[in-house]
């Protein structure tokens, strides 16, 4: 793959003969076109596209908390791509033929700000949960601004919820509302803390599984 600036014809995009012009990470790049190959696909291979397809699946619909949350962009590796190697590699378990995620093992956020404390999670009224933890502001960089973000999960429908402020960390609890056909049905919820400007989070913690009343 080679950058160019203007070339003589100026950028492009799209296949013109054996080269494809294109605009990766905001530079202006061309690459030949992939050789056909007749190698035939490894079952190791479709177990691998498998897993990839579930994790890209599962992240999706919390992309604006892993994009915001996980880690930090290069100029290689964007949050999203650390995200999907991190859950590609250490939070899917196989299950007969397929896989399943390894919901304990999942983050959605990974940083060096102080997390959750003695995080619990109980049923709340109305299809809500409630959610308390120990107030660590002042512990290293956490403030008591900080925001409680929470992700919640229901694995039948494969939906995903999320708040990026349901609490502060010094009021040690917070109730967040979900949809009413979510009651009756189990969801798996994770939070973390972000500061106000988003610019320092924690490592998420994983709050365990609730059936949802």
């Known amino acids: 793959m080679g950058t160019y600036n203007k070339g003589i014809l100026g950028a492009f995009s799209g296949k ?11 530079k202006e790049v061309m690459r030949s076109l992939p050789r056909k190959g007749n190698r035939l696909v490894t079952a190791n291979q479709l177990l691998q596209r498998e897993k990839f397809k579930m994790v890209a699946s599962f992240l999706k619909p919390i992309n604006p908390v892993i994009k915001l949350y996980f880690g930090s962009n290069n100029e290689i590796y964007t949050k999203r ?6 859950l590609i ?3 899917t378990v196989a299950v007969g033929t397929g896989f399943e995620m390894d919901y304990p093992k999942v983050l959605i956020s990974k940083g060096a700000l102080l997390g959750v404390e003695n995080g619990t999670l109980q049923a709340g009224p109305l299809h809500s ?6 107030d660590n502001s002042g512990q290293g960089e956490a403030l008591a601004t900080d925001k409680l973000v929470v992700v919640v999960y229901e694995p ?22 979900l949809p009413a056909y979510f009651s009756g049905l189990t969801v798996q919820v994770w939070a973390t803390f972000a500061s106000v400007d988003d610019k320092r989070y924690a490592t998420s913690s994983y709050l365990g599984t609730l059936l949802i009343s």
């Open 89 to 91: 590699k250490q939070a």
């Open 129 to 134: 949960l409630d959610i308390s933890w120990t």
């Open 81 to 86: 791509n650390r995200a999907m190697s991190y």
């Open 16 to 26: 013109i003969g054996p080269v494809v012009g294109a605009n990766w990470r905001g």
């Open 156 to 177: 039948t429908s494969e939906t995903s919820l999320f708040s990026l402020h349901a609490g502060n960390r010094n009021s040690g609890a917070a109730a967040v509302g």
